[in-house]
């Protein structure tokens, strides 16, 4: 019991894509999973400070495309465009493709992409910042964002003290069973000093009611989460101008 289902993997197919999309026969397919792998990995070792949430590969007919989803997509391009080159080249020789084509996509919300949030606390944590006060202030900008809810568990020798221990910080909603929530998830760790601290990000997005593209290289949730923002921040006002108005009809009153 106590078995959790990663929330990215439980809505495969239904509101979400596969980050490899190609098909592969029985005699290839372990290949190219391996490769596939091998593509990520190196790709999250060279690019390490280019903030990436997800690496896209897809494969046709004797081409490899990667699409790289990123905050930073200036790191990475580099000035002119040299760095996509050199990236291109390297990737040539790893994979042993002649045609391989590389895409970048910005992410316009960062605070809203659960890898990046983790990224961004194991970097601060790294760099000996408190743990809470990384996390809090995580969460606090993921909410001014627009979204539904964030939980931030990390675990390990939390601020060097001698005894591991795990800590959850959990603010608005984050229903793992409903499929139709838009739920971001990213596990990584920081590399302290007295050891590895493990970082846990799950952010809720607000629900998908409406069918889905499950092309892994849509970006969803934004537009909705936007709106919904807009909405609330709509409605804020509104109360606002009826909360003066109503202070400025008492000031006439008493005047009269």
């Known amino acids: 019991m106590g078995q959790k289902a990663n929330p990215i993997g439980n809505r495969l197919g239904i509101i979400r894509g596969w980050e490899s999309n190609w098909y592969g026969s ?6 190219k999973l ?5 593509i990520r990995s190196y790709l999250n070792a060279r690019i390490n400070k280019g903030g990436i949430a ?30 996509v080159d050199r990236i291109k080249e390297e990737l040539k020789k790893l994979t042993g493709n002649a045609d391989v084509q590389i895409n970048i996509l910005e ?3 960062p605070e809203l992409d659960a890898m990046i949030v983790a990224d961004t606390i194991a970097r601060q944590i790294e760099n000996r ?19 539904e809810g964030i939980k931030v568990k990390v675990s390990g020798r939390l601020g060097g003290a001698e005894i591991a221990r795990t800590e959850e910080i959990k603010q608005g909603r984050v229903p793992l069973h ?18 590895k601290i493990g970082i846990k990000v799950w952010i ?13 290289n ?39």
């Open 178 to 195: 409903t499929f139709r929530m838009d739920i971001d998830y990213a596990s990584v760790f920081a590399l302290t000093v007295y050891g």
């Open 204 to 216: 809720c997005k607000g629900e998908v009611l409406a069918k889905r593209d499950l092309n892994p």
């Open 54 to 83: 997800k690496i896209v590969i897809e494969r046709t007919l004797g081409k490899l495309i990667i699409t790289i989803h990123t905050s930073k997509p200036g790191i990475i391009i580099g000035k002119g465009g040299g760095e």
């Open 218 to 256: 849509f970006v969803g949730g934004k537009s909705d989460v936007s709106d919904r923002r807009d909405r609330r921040d709509h409605h804020h006002h509104d109360r606002r101008d009826r909360r003066d108005r109503g202070e400025r009809k008492d000031r006439r009153d008493k005047r009269s």
């Open 107 to 109: 992410i316009r919300r």
């Open 34 to 38: 391996v490769e596939d792998n091998k």
């Open 129 to 147: 910042i408190n743990y809470k006060r990384a996390i809090k202030m995580s969460i606090a900008s993921a909410l001014r964002m627009g979204a």
């Open 26 to 31: 029985k005699k290839d397919f372990a290949v």
